[in-house]
């Protein structure tokens, strides 16, 4: 397994890990996974960053690490493999960082802490599993052979996967069958067909407007979505991964915007290059505020403007003044993403500090499928939003309620998608 790769299912384990919230099992995944969020949380990609230590403590309060009792270890492994200074006042300073190196920096940190076959395993399987549904079976003596997992470890090794969430899994034909959420992340088109050969004639028509709505407006509400599909059938396509759930949200309200995973997987992989979505919370974000904010505040008018926004972000100049800017992007501040600078009043303005997600948002939205502006149906006040949950949280909601709904079987569709 490539060092990016690796570093980008350490994320992803760490992600479920921390909803778990017991499981010392993966103790070493969860230092490197936790040292890796946190990095990319402090890091520009292109300048050295200092922050002081109430910026480092709200850094890390957003990215759910515990002050008293996490943070000082992360801290300390950072700067052990030289990608932090610590002041002894507690702030810090760290060189310009991409999303590919913190990856890499992630699984280096987990290389160098463990020894454990057990949790190298829980990696592989998830890798394993994630191009196409695999026969329980046939994965476990996989894994068993190449990482000399004994029976009761490799029975183990499953059983705890399971009820964390580090793999998916649906029983049919008298066996369970693995799999996760990067199934349509590659070969999207062969995929998506296996799955309308599956369906209704009536299904599969509905599919296809869905997506070609997609594919010209870029993203739809999921209120729109359902309107097409109805709920139990879109529920049954978020459970395997065909669409992307992105929910942005404040204290007032909540939108979620439906993509499709190929969208990003044209300019990469698309796993890797947003392992931690942060691209995908850039574009849901923009899209969000310029939906429902107001010209008076500095509203975003129209894609056009929304691409040449981010175009000037490039080019590493600042935009606004406006009111909007200030309030409107709180979580792309916080996960530093952008910075802000007050002008006056209530006036911000911004500047880009993770060069590689304004790039790859800007060849989503010029080239990929939101290459054409998206009418959402908004009808909001507010527009600042404070929280993004990404696709894979809004997945294992969905299959979370599942187990309680015998409507929601999903077998039928991983079937088709086996051979």
């Not at 290059?273 to 850039?282: G, Q």
């Not at 979580?331 to 952008?338: A, G, K, T």
């Not at 500090?353 to 502006?373: N, P, T």
């Not at 309680?404 to 569709?413: A, D, M």
């Amino acid at each position: 397994m490539e060092e990016r790769t690796q570093g980008a299912w350490v994320i992803h384990h760490t992600k479920k890990i921390r909803e778990f919230k017991n499981a010392p099992e993966f103790e070493d995944i969860e230092l490197a996974g936790k040292c890796g969020l946190f990095l990319s949380s402090l890091a520009a990609s292109k300048e050295q960053s200092y922050l002081n230590a109430n910026k480092v403590n709200t850094i890390a309060e957003a990215s759910n690490i515990n002050k008293r009792l996490e943070l000082p270890i992360i801290k300390d492994t950072l700067q052990k493999a030289k990608l932090i200074d610590i002041s002894s006042k507690g702030d810090i300073s760290v060189l310009g960082i991409t999303t590919s190196k913190v990856l890499d920096h992630t699984s280096q940190i987990f290389k160098d802490s463990t020894t454990d076959d057990f949790q190298k395993a829980s990696l592989e399987l998830a890798n394993y599993s994630s191009d196409r549904p695999v026969q329980g079976d046939l994965v476990k003596e996989y894994i068993s052979d190449t990482y000399h997992l004994s029976s009761e470890k490799n029975k183990k090794l499953f059983q705890l996967s399971e009820e964390i969430g580090l793999i998916d899994y649906e029983e049919f034909d008298s066996e369970k069958v693995y799999f996760n959420g990067n199934l349509f992340r590659r070969d999207a088109i062969a995929k998506t067909s296996k799955v309308l050969s599956s369906l209704s004639d009536e299904d599969s028509r509905k599919i296809t407007e869905v997506d070609n709505l997609i594919k010209s407006e870029g993203c739809i509400t999921q209120e729109s979505a359902i309107r097409i599909l109805g709920s139990i059938l879109l529920s049954k396509l978020q459970s395997i991964a065909m669409y992307d759930f992105n929910e942005v949200s404040n204290n007032q309200h909540s939108m979620v915007f439906i993509t499709k995973p190929s969208s990003f997987s044209k300019f990469g992989n698309p796993f890797e290059d947003d392992a931690l979505d942060m691209a995908k919370a850039f574009i849901a974000s923009l899209t969000y505020g310029m939906k429902i904010s107001s010209p008076d505040r500095g509203q975003i008018q129209g894609h056009s403007m929304l691409v040449n926004t981010i175009r000037k972000l490039l080019r590493g100049e600042s935009v606004g003044p406006c009111t909007a800017i200030g309030q409107d992007y709180l979580v792309l501040v916080v996960n530093r993403v952008i910075e802000l600078k007050h002008s006056r009043g209530s006036l911000y303005s911004m500047r880009l500090l993770k060069f590689d997600i304004g790039r790859l948002a800007l060849d989503v939205l010029e080239k990929g499928d939101s290459a054409e502006q998206a009418s959402l149906e908004l009808d909001f006040k507010s527009s600042s939003v404070t929280n993004y949950t990404g696709p894979e949280d809004n997945r294992m909601r969905i299959r979370r309620k599942k187990s309680t709904s015998k409507k929601i079987n999903v077998g039928e569709l991983l079937r088709t998608m086996r051979n």
